[in-house]
């Protein structure tokens, strides 16, 4: 049997050592079908190979993900685990200076290509949308976002700040804090 190759029936050939062996397939009482959460991760891997074919035809993206290129990578795989992997908000923290009526909300957000923008929304105990708009990256590090608001007289006693992340293939990451005491 030295040398041989293939399979038959329910056996297959395979090399070790310099050896050919013979072995039995293995079998399945369920047909191999997915469980749990293996079926979402195909479903999770087909949009995110379909969103990399995306970028492939997009000559903009393209750029942009070819600058982050390194030894021993392609555009298609880093488009890919981009589209896996959602943004991270790291940190987030506020100050509301009375005196002044100006709200400041400072967010850390990373992704494993680029965060494109960063929303923050200010709600009441009711979940009522007080204010919002979109904070702006810190000109030297670009992890860090700011959102400045004028004539915010006071923040709402049990009321949250919501932050939205979002990176180049739509991924979001949402964090919450609470205004009050």
Not at 1 to 17: P, V
Not at 116 to 124: A, C, G, K, N, R
Not at 129 to 148: C, D, S, T
Request: proline fraction near 3%.
């Amino acid at each position: 049997m030295h040398g041989a190759s293939g399979s038959i029936d329910n056996y297959y050939t395979r090399q070790h050592r310099g050896k050919t062996l013979l072995c039995r397939k293995p079998t399945s009482k369920d047909g191999w079908k997915a469980k749990g959460g293996q079926i979402e991760n195909r479903e999770k891997l087909k949009a995110a190979n379909a969103y990399a074919n995306r970028v492939l035809q997009n000559p903009e993206l393209l750029a942009t993900y070819e600058g982050l290129l390194k030894k021993y990578e392609n555009v298609q795989n880093i488009a890919v685990r981009d589209a896996w992997r959602s943004p991270e908000i790291l940190d987030l923290a506020f100050e509301h200076n009375n005196t002044a009526k100006r709200l400041t909300v400072t967010v850390i957000a990373i992704d494993d290509t680029k965060v494109v923008s960063v929303e923050v929304l200010l709600m009441d105990c009711i979940d009522q949308v007080l204010l919002h708009g979109q904070a702006v990256r810190h000109p030297y590090n670009h992890n860090k976002w700011i959102f400045e608001a004028d004539n915010v007289a006071a923040l709402p006693e049990h009321g949250t700040i919501e932050v939205i992340a979002c990176d180049l293939p739509g991924n979001k990451a949402t964090a919450t804090m609470l205004t009050g005491n």
